[in-house]
């Protein structure tokens, strides 16, 4: 089955600065990288999602990229901001929403 | 804005006692996934269903945990009895094939003294 690997586990850096979390996956069949920011005591919720047909997606100050001969896909936030502050989630799967397998998650502190 | 609905948001019991979680997924949706989070393990798997029919429940503990859909707009998420190990986040989340990706609940926190 796919495994997915994050990193760095805990990430802080400064307002305005950018933050970049990496993931690797194992399976080369793969074809759905989602990304999920869960605040405290919320829910994670999909912040951006890149297909394997594509090698970057941008949505305001969010990007992530997908490289597949090195299976491997960042998250990328630029002029971070305080809210910005979370755990962030990448996932990767390839039968649909059958068997998408989480990384382990970046605590992303953004300190004013 | 459709969402996923979960009960109890909190559970606070006793070790030995029986817990059910519920949970409602999205009109439309037919796959449904429990998650369990703690602070050290992430987002864990538990199972998951599609059409109502468990597909794979391999990341639960069959000897206490249970997971069950009586009809399309209901899953359950039962342990008996519960330990204090069980405390946790336990996350429902639905999806379907047109949508390729999850939608979660908002968790229901439950502490096993």
């Known amino acids: 089955g796919e495994n997915v690997e994050q990193h760095p586990s805990t990430l802080s850096v400064q307002e305005g600065d950018s933050a970049v979390i990496k993931c690797t996956y194992s399976?080369?069949?793969?074809?759905?990288f989602p990304w999920y920011k869960q605040e405290l005591g919320k829910r994670p919720q999909l912040i951006i999602d890149?297909?394997?047909?594509?090698g970057e997606k941008k949505d305001q100050r969010i990007a992530v990229t997908l490289n597949k001969t090195a299976k491997h896909f960042s998250l990328h936030i630029t002029e971070t901001q305080p809210e910005d502050s979370a755990v962030y989630f990448c996932?990767?799967?390839?039968?649909?929403?059958?068997?998408?397998?989480f990384g382990a998650g970046t605590r992303l502190t953004v300190k004013p | 804005d459709a969402r996923v609905t979960q009960t109890p948001r909190h559970k606070v019991t006793e070790m030995g006692q029986e817990v059910t979680m519920r949970c409602q997924p999205i009109?439309?949706?037919?796959?449904v996934f429990w998650y369990r989070q703690t602070m050290m393990q992430g987002l864990e798997l538990l199972a998951y269903?599609?059409?109502?029919?468990?597909?794979?429940d391999s990341g639960m503990p069959k000897d206490r945990f249970s997971a069950e859909m009586p009809d399309a707009t209901l899953a359950t998420l039962k342990i008996q009895p519960s330990e204090p190990r069980d405390s946790a986040v336990y996350f429902c989340?639905?999806?379907?094939?047109?949508?390729?990706?999850?939608?979660f609940g908002p968790g229901t926190r439950l502490t096993v003294l």
């Open positions: 989340a639905s999806g379907s094939r047109e949508t390729d990706t999850q939608y």
């Open positions: 399976d080369s069949a793969s074809n759905y």
């Open positions: 890149i297909r394997s047909n594509v």
């Open positions: 996932a990767a799967t390839y039968e649909g929403i059958n068997d998408m397998r």
């Open positions: 009109l439309g949706h037919n796959t």
């Open positions: 269903f599609r059409n109502r029919a468990p597909l794979d």
